[in-house]
């Protein structure tokens, strides 16, 4: 196939969880990029999907072909390698646009993700793991992993209702068996994973009238002690999450996950086995090709706790030690690389400025990729051609095709997720 760049037209989804019309990042790119997708301000336009799921798959802009087929019939366009390991894109990119909190959930490992697609494929739709890893476009907030054992044990000091919400004997055996919360000692450390992994599931498996009781306490006195918090304090998140989810157990989940806030720029690496809960704002989202989904709180969906409960790593972490800033790439000064520990995707960030510097010249990158410009107006210059990229605009690189990035205005900046065959294990 001669043609290696095309400009696509993404998906849009419209989850109830969205951000609502001109509000949304999601419908300020699209409506800029094409016209001919009319926004309407009573819609939530929640995601954006830019690759070849079957169920939101890009189109290509000049024909209406779908990427799928293009690159299933010119493998080429993928390396010999990936197509003969996965046949199509290893990554679907996104953009997300948070109003309301997404629930709390996981992604299993391949092992795991293979025996629920066996044993229950009406719930798990395919077999394969969902390595995810977030970059904020705007202030973003999330719940990612489990707090440090000393944030939560002064959680439940601080906050009883969790006490009779959980149990007070699980909860005074994990005080107890947590004491010794800053040992290395091997035997120490599971002993401590194995206590908080009680602790959750005799939370998550409580009786919802127990649940509910608690919660009532819990936001009544929050309101008397504290009627006006702080945004993103820890009273703040939970009456707000209340709001959207009365009486639902996820919400003392808070107590036990990290809240974290980012900055644009900022990302997260979200692996296989750690609970995590998006709540607001708008990032870009890049993933294993999978649908699979864990979740266990903060939905009116299937909720499957038992296997949460049971695949966690119970891997306790502080907030700061899970953002990712990136770093440079290669020699360049106007590229920053997010490269999580996965072979399926790699993201690049290129901030090209009238000021600074207003071109960049990119060799091949051994596999495909998709460009995505999240502010201002540029070209992507391929062989003779010239292809105008304005803010929402995107574009399927083909393998081995060497691409000039410009801005043509104050500052355009250009996100790229990749697969690069080095990193693949075939």
């Known amino acids: 196939m001669s043609e290696k760049v095309f400009q696509i037209v993404p998906c849009v989804q419209k989850y109830a969880w969205g951000k ?18 009319e926004i309407d301000n ?77 044993n229950f494929p009406d719930k798990y739709k395919d077999a394969n793991h969902k ?24 959680n439940i000091q601080k906050y009883p209702e969790i006490i009779d919400a959980i149990g007070k004997e699980i909860v005074d055996e994990f005080m107890k068996i947590t004491e010794n919360s800053h040992s290395s000692n091997p035997i120490n450390i599971e002993r401590n994973k194995s206590a908080l992994k009680n602790l959750y599931r005799s939370l998550m498996e409580q009786d919802h009238a127990i649940i509910k009781t608690q919660l009532d306490k819990l936001i009544n006195r929050i309101s008397k002690i504290d009627p006006n918090p702080i945004r993103g304090t820890l009273n703040e998140v939970l009456m707000r999450i209340e709001k959207q989810y009365p009486n639902d157990v996820g919400i003392f989940s808070i107590f036990l996950l990290n809240f974290i806030s980012l900055k644009p720029g900022e990302g997260l690496y979200l692996a296989a086995n750690e609970p995590h809960a998006y709540i607001s704002g708008d990032c870009i989202e890049c993933m294993a090709a999978s649908d699979n989904v864990v979740r266990a709180g903060l939905t009116p969906k299937f909720k499957d706790v038992e296997t949460l409960v049971d695949m966690l790593t119970y891997t306790c972490k502080s907030a700061n030690n899970q953002i990712v800033s990136g770093s440079p790439y290669l020699q360049s000064i106007t590229t920053i690389l997010y490269d999580p520990p996965i072979e399926e995707f790699s993201i690049l960030c290129t901030t090209l400025s009238q000021n600074t510097i207003k071109s960049e010249v990119f060799e091949g990158v051994n596999g495909p990729s998709i460009i995505l410009v999240t502010e ?27 691409i000039t990035l ?6 355009t900046i250009f996100y790229r997720a990749y697969s690069e065959l080095s990193k693949i294990h075939l």
Request: proline share 6%; charged share 20%; glycine share 8%.
């Open 20 to 37: 609502i019309g001109s509000h949304s990042k999601v419908a300020e790119l699209i409506s800029n990029a094409y016209p001919e997708i």
């Open 42 to 118: 009573n819609q939530t336009y929640a995601e954006l999907w830019m690759g070849t799921h079957p169920n939101g798959p890009s189109l290509l802009k000049e024909n209406g072909k779908s990427l799928r087929s293009v690159v299933s019939k010119n493998p080429v366009l993928l390396t010999s390698g990936i197509a003969a390991k996965y046949g199509d894109l290893p990554f679907l990119f996104k953009v997300l646009s948070i109003r309301k909190a997404l629930s709390i959930q996981a992604h299993p490992d391949k092992e795991l993700a293979k025996y629920l697609f066996q």
């Open 131 to 154: 390595p995810e890893m977030a970059i904020a476009l705007t202030p973003f907030e999330c719940l990612c992993g489990f707090r440090p054992l000393d944030n939560i044990k002064r």
């Open 376 to 402: 201002g107006n540029g070209r992507i210059f391929y062989n003779e051609n010239t292809f105008d990229a304005c803010m929402g605009s995107v574009f399927f690189i083909g393998a081995n095709t060497r």
């Open 406 to 411: 410009e801005t043509i205005n104050t500052k």
